[in-house]
């Protein structure tokens, strides 16, 4: 028995596709955390983020077993209504990746369907899923994005001495320049944001609100990090991590441009590695990069791998896999105009552009 609509109830075999409320948090976030192959960015606290900040729709799917109800898979989806680019469903926007979990591959095939259904019920061009892994090799796929992690060891004293002899002088050169690293949380909000506010006007980008990284500490307080590198007491670098099961998430990270010159990378990142292995996690994804970028290289030096990520999609009004990224040609004149704005103009208008930009 199927459901006629993406808000009734969908029977299917030994269990049923649903609408998630607020009540289903606790049981939604147990069963991510326990589930194999689950992410930071399945977790409930995203949809309060998401529907708080950005007001966007929220429309998450869980899947409960009959008759005894407990869940079975979860699918977090945030709708997108933008004119400039369009409406999008998307799973999940603004982070590294996010997607379904089900230990059932039959469980995860309905929340498909019915993420289909509801894309076509709220007029959504198409359904983005961004995948670690791909749910169906007939889907349109783009694999643009990588995610380049660390094996960590609880020693990393191990990974130092892997590293290449030129790799450890550059980060023993970097000591020398007088760089420090802080970590904290709310209290260093204020430095991480001028520093990815600088970061991301270089790249042409805009920067979302200030408040955005304050509500994901204030959902996340236990599981988000701020990292600091300063040159003589002056932040000149900055990381905002994320920790879900055995795994660090590098979110966010920017650099004040006028510092670039004495590389404070190297010793950030690697005071926050030594802080992962020594605090128990064995994976550190050092964020998404596109492939063959200056990204992706600089964190190979750290014996990072790439590991696909998989866009998905499912087709409504969209034909094609859409384009929306930094290659797409049609973009450069607005990157080119972005980077040419002051800051404090970039981030007062950035935030309204950027809720809209997957």
């Known amino acids: 028995m199927r459901a006629q609509n993406s808000t009734e109830t969908a029977l299917a075999g030994d269990w049923k596709i649903e609408p998630a409320t607020d009540q289903d948090a606790a049981a939604w976030d147990a069963y991510v955390q326990a589930t194999l192959g689950s992410n930071f960015y399945q977790a409930y606290g995203w949809r309060s983020v998401n529907r708080g900040h950005f007001r966007h729709e929220t429309p998450y799917l869980l899947a409960r077993t009959v008759p005894d109800g407990a869940i079975c898979g979860v699918l977090p989806l945030v709708m997108i209504r933008s004119r400039l680019f369009g409406n999008i469903l998307s799973s999940m926007p603004f982070v590294n990746f996010g997607g379904l979990t089900a230990a059932n591959p039959a469980v995860a095939h309905d929340l498909l369907d019915r993420a289909a259904l509801l894309a076509r019920e709220l007029g959504a061009d198409y359904t983005e899923l961004r995948l670690l892994r791909p749910l169906d090799d007939a889907l349109p796929t783009a694999l643009h994005k990588v995610s380049m992690s660390i094996a ?26 007088a760089i420090e690293v802080q970590q904290g949380g709310r209290e260093l909000l204020d430095a991480f944001y ?12 805009p920067i979302y609100a200030k408040g955005y990284f304050a509500d994901i500490l204030r959902q996340f307080p236990e599981q988000t990090r701020i990292f600091l590198a300063l040159h003589e007491g002056t932040p000149i670098a900055t990381a905002f991590n994320g920790y879900f099961q055995d795994t660090v998430e590098g979110m966010w990270a920017g650099t004040a441009p006028e510092y670039q010159k004495l590389q404070p990378n190297y010793v950030l990142y690697w005071e926050m590695i030594k802080h992962a292995c020594e605090s128990g996690y064995r994976h550190f994804h050092l964020g998404r990069s596109s492939v063959d970028s200056n990204a992706e290289q600089f964190k190979k030096k750290w014996n990072a791998e790439a590991q696909q990520l998989y866009w998905q999609y499912l087709l ?12 797409n040609p049609k973009f450069k004149l607005a990157i080119a105009a972005w980077q040419r704005l002051p800051l404090r103009v970039t981030q007062l208008l950035g935030p309204g552009l950027a809720r809209s930009i997957p």
């Open 316 to 327: 409504n009004k969209s034909q094609e896999i859409p384009q929306l990224n930094v290659n």
């Open 152 to 177: 960590l060891d609880a020693d990393p004293d191990r990974l130092w001495n892997a590293f290449t002899s030129k790799h450890r002088t550059n980060i023993r050169r970097v000591y020398k320049n």
């Open 194 to 205: 001028d520093l990815l506010s600088q970061s991301w006007r270089r790249l042409g980008t």
